[in-house]
């Protein structure tokens, strides 16, 4: 749920992605309330800080637990292997951001929203460098302690071209698909999507261990919106989101994820948003590749 704080500005969108696991960064503590952009749209932008041109803004934790069956590829005998990935998506909205405060903000007294879902994936190869991953997700949720709930969706299809150069391996992501939601109370939404994205990893020298090579991971990413994403601003008035460009950076092990904990990542790394009209901007946090988010 995306939790909504008004202050003056000018028309359209500026969604910010912020670090939410910054612990001890410096900022002061935002306060949120009346939403203005459905939870539904979490599905898509993911956790992050989204300040809406300096006049709104919205924090929300998005987490999905997820269990894979299978490999994707071919067998020695030219069999299609399919790789099925199941995630249980829990979106969790706060009332009050607090980087100096951490405890206060995932304090239970504090969350104002909460939804949760299931999605499932697969990932179908179809030549030895061309694969596709359609995915569907349904989630519901809700404002805590009122009655506005509603019922989310999402499919989307995405296509990766893999290319393997002598010195770095890369790959082209084509994305597309529908987002939206029914409410209970009020108006329904929904958009579309198309996005493209280069993404590239280079085998580098850093933080060596015997037996495991480190990659550092790039990528460039645009994103348009052919119906164009309503955010409403609570007064009757819409603000628009037509598009955005995106650069992300992370690093990650070749042979095997990340591990913090019972956590566990492909890469640890931030990415930078920006609009075409340069009024959208933000940081945001990653930890897989752009094919399997």
Known sequence: MLIMHRKTGRRRVLAVFVVTLLAGAPAAAQELFEPSIHWAYASYFGTGWYTLNERRSAFVFRTAPRWSIGDSGFSEDGTRLVKYTLRLPLTI?????DFDDIPGTVDPGNLATLAAGIS?????PVTERFS????????????????????????????????????????????????????????????????????????????????????????????EFPDRVRLDSGSGDSDFLDDYWE???????KERPIRLGFLSFDRLGLAYSVSSSSELRGVKLLFRSQYEL
């Open 93 to 97: 909205g706060a009332s009050q951001l």
């Open 247 to 253: 650069v992300g950076a992370g690093i990650g092990r």
């Open 120 to 124: 499932v994936d697969a990932d179908v």
């Open 132 to 223: 596709l991953r359609p995915n569907v997700e349904v989630g519901y949720g809700g404002v805590i302690g009122e009655q506005d709930r509603a019922w989310s969706y999402r499919a989307s299809m995405r296509g990766r071209f893999l290319f393997e150069p002598e010195s770095f391996d890369w790959a082209l992501i084509l994305d597309g698909g529908y987002v939206g939601y029914d409410s209970r109370v009020g108006s329904d939404d929904r958009f579309s999507f198309v996005s493209a994205a280069a993404e590239f990893a280079h085998a580098v020298g850093w933080f060596p261990r015997e037996g495991q090579q480190t990659l550092f991971y790039w990528h460039v990413k645009y994103a």
